[in-house]
């Protein structure tokens, strides 16, 4: 497709367990970037990539989570051991590169809600 | 004090009347200003993008930067109902790991009333 799309895009999961979130990028677009939007919270940075290599990783909240990126396309983003306060929206974006003048252009997220 | 502020509202209009959405920012660093529209459910859409100070036209939409002050605006002329979503804004900085991060306000819900 012509857009960032992303899978599932709803999860409901049991406290305890594992979950994994897919991001499909827009084709030809080396630069991806995970981030989570929880309500009133604004969005939050979590991970980018560039090709399949991530040299920022500073925004995973914890070591529970953790992402990578195959063919410089797809990428999954893994939350183990999942909490409650994980529920929230994550979001995908994806850019042409990593320059500063090149606008990140978002999928329709995956909602998370752990019981 | 937070990077971006942005007033959360809700903002509510009637249909038609013009609409102005701010952000005031702390970091000078900043050189790229975004707007994005989103819908309930649905991911952040690109609206406007500048680069530095200045004004940027685009039909109905007018983003406006003004660094000295760090602060930006998005103007919506002849609001319609269609319009109603949450409009973020965002700016670009550099973040020491490679790559140039974007800072998010948290956001302002903005509702047309026909």
């Known amino acids: 497709g012509a857009g960032v799309s992303q899978s599932p895009s709803n999860k409901v999961t049991e406290k305890g367990k594992d979950v994994e979130l897919r991001c499909d990028p827009i084709?030809?677009?080396?630069?991806l970037y995970w981030y989570r939007q929880s309500l009133g919270q604004g969005l939050e940075f979590l991970i980018y990539f560039q090709g399949n290599s991530a040299p920022d990783k500073s925004g995973l909240p914890s070591d529970r989570f953790s992402a990578e990126r195959t063919g410089g396309s797809v990428s999954t983003l893994t939350i183990q051991r999942t909490q409650q306060e994980d529920s929230a929206v994550y979001l995908c974006a994806s850019s042409p590169g990593i320059r500063e003048s090149q606008p990140q252009h978002f999928g329709d997220g995956t909602r998370l809600s752990i019981l | 004090q937070k990077e971006v502020e942005q007033d959360p509202g809700p903002l509510s209009v009637p249909e038609g009347a013009i609409v102005s959405l701010n952000c005031t920012y702390s970091?000078?660093?900043?050189?790229?200003f975004m707007w994005y529209r989103q819908y309930s459910r649905k991911g952040p859409e690109l609206l406007m993008y500048?680069?530095?100070?200045g004004n940027k036209e685009d039909g109905r939409f007018t983003a406006q930067v003004d660094k000295s002050s760090k602060y930006i605006s998005l103007f919506i002329r002849d609001s319609q109902p269609s319009d109603s979503a949450t409009y973020l804004c965002?700016?670009?900085?550099?973040?020491?790991?490679?790559?140039?991060?974007?800072?998010f306000g948290k956001g302002t819900k903005l509702s047309v009333i026909p």
């Open positions: 084709s030809g677009h080396t630069a």
């Open positions: 500048t680069y530095s100070s």
């Open positions: 965002a700016m670009s900085g550099y973040s020491g790991a490679g790559s140039y991060q974007l800072t």
């Open positions: 970091n000078s660093a900043f050189q790229y």
